[in-house]
């Protein structure tokens, strides 16, 4: 359902895909929601995803954003992981890069150190939040 508020506004839905930087792969799904709100040059959104089993490799991605970030803007999300493997005393940091819809996931160290991505698991879920500019 697409709802405007003049040229201001725009409410939709969006199918979030969760897959894998070396091998996409194919998932068996039990979730996939995700809904925005676009203000002006800022997108609003929230999503949900979650697989009972997953052949993806590599990194886990999660595509489908509706909107491109713009060239000279970034994302300001946060992310809830369920059955996500990370590190001992890792956090993880969602990224979406410039000229791009899709949502890396990152590792960072508590109080510091290197980071690195987030490997694609078999099983898990993940609630992510945020904006970005378009």
């Known amino acids: 359902m697409l ?3 003049g040229n201001l506004a ?3 839905v969006f199918t979030p895909v969760a897959y894998g930087s070396s091998s996409a792969g194919v998932g068996t799904y039990t979730a996939q929601t995700g809904r925005y709100t676009r203000i002006g040059n800022r997108v609003f959104f929230d999503l949900y995803v979650s697989w009972s089993a997953h052949t993806g490799t590599g ?3 999660i595509s489908g954003l ?3 970030v713009n060239a000279s803007q970034s994302c300001a999300c946060s992310a809830v992981a369920n059955g996500i493997t990370l590190a ?3 956090y993880l940091q969602p990224l979406i890069n410039q000229n791009s819809n899709v949502i890396f996931l990152y590792q960072y160290p508590v109080g510091g150190g290197s ?5 694609m698991d078999t099983s898990g879920g993940l609630w992510l939040s945020g904006s970005y500019g378009v």
Do not use: V, W, Y
Not at 115 to 119: F, G, K, V
């Open 88 to 90: 001992d005393l890792n």
């Open 59 to 61: 990194a886990l991605r």
């Open 10 to 12: 725009l409410d939709g």
């Open 66 to 68: 509706p909107f491109t």
């Open 115 to 119: 980071t690195s991505e987030t490997a």
């Open 3 to 5: 709802k405007t508020i």
